[in-house]
């Protein structure tokens, strides 16, 4: 039989997740000021090193604030956060062609969903702006940086719609992640003008409140810069 070793938690764990538990059942709010360390190493009988990881690690999850020569306050984690501890991750994953085809499907998914919501829930204010990102987007179709700014700005204004700042940050993470496929997708010489076509439609679509319409239209742009890459990507040189 085999026999595997016992894993050992360091004392340090102990502290973190009972603060964590603090916070969650909210005898800890936000704004409060934590017990200074004095106070918390009397507390759980521990030494002044595991009290320091144990902020540490809860500053590292975004639940509170530490700044030198004052008491640590608890905090309200936001989706950059935790969306920002996943990019070393992505990045890794994001290093292979299957990694790569796997975040192009999550994307796909992600938006086509929104799109078909901004449809229906779209408001006067939110058109406006849309709108606003798909002129920018068409005055910039002869200078590629200004052009990739503007179709990420035109995407992003869709998901506001949605006004959920997880989906928020989901979607800022992912094109962040993607940085290369935009780059080398927009190369292609038809790709810009194809682009600003689909957008054109997505946009139509959703001022007509169409959701169906909506969701076809970023379903067969995204394939389509999905398309462009794996098509230009095939042509650079290792």
Do not use: C
């Not at 992640?177 to 139509?204: M, N």
């Amino acid at each position: 039989m085999d026999i595997q070793p016992i894993r050992r938690r360091r004392l340090y764990q102990d502290v973190s997740d009972h603060l964590e538990r603090m916070i969650r059942e909210g005898r800890l709010r936000e704004g409060e000021a934590l017990p200074s360390e004095r106070d918390l190493m009397e507390q759980f009988q521990v030494g002044r090193p595991a009290v320091r990881e144990a902020l540490l690690s809860l500053q590292k999850a975004g639940l509170v604030a530490v700044s030198n020569g004052e008491r640590a306050r608890v905090t309200r984690p936001d989706a950059q956060h935790f969306i920002g501890e996943l990019s070393s991750a992505a990045r890794v994953f994001l290093s292979g062609a299957e990694g790569i085809r796997h975040f192009q499907d999550a994307r796909q998914t992600l938006e086509v969903a929104l799109a078909r919501h901004a449809a229906r829930h779209v408001t006067a204010a939110d058109i406006a702006r849309i709108g606003g990102a798909l002129e920018r987007n068409r005055r910039a179709l002869g200078d590629l940086e200004e052009f990739e700014r503007s179709d990420v700005a035109f995407h992003f204004e869709i998901v506001l719609v949605a006004r959920n700042p997880l989906f928020n940050g989901v979607h800022q993470a992912v094109v962040q992640w993607l940085t290369e496929q935009r780059d080398v997708s927009l190369q292609a010489t038809r790709a810009k003008a194809e682009a600003l076509a689909f957008h054109e439609r997505i946009y139509e679509a959703i001022v007509a409140h169409d959701p169906d319409a909506a969701e076809t239209a970023m379903q067969e742009h995204l394939q389509s810069v999905a398309a462009f890459y794996w098509q230009n990507a095939a042509r650079k040189p290792r």
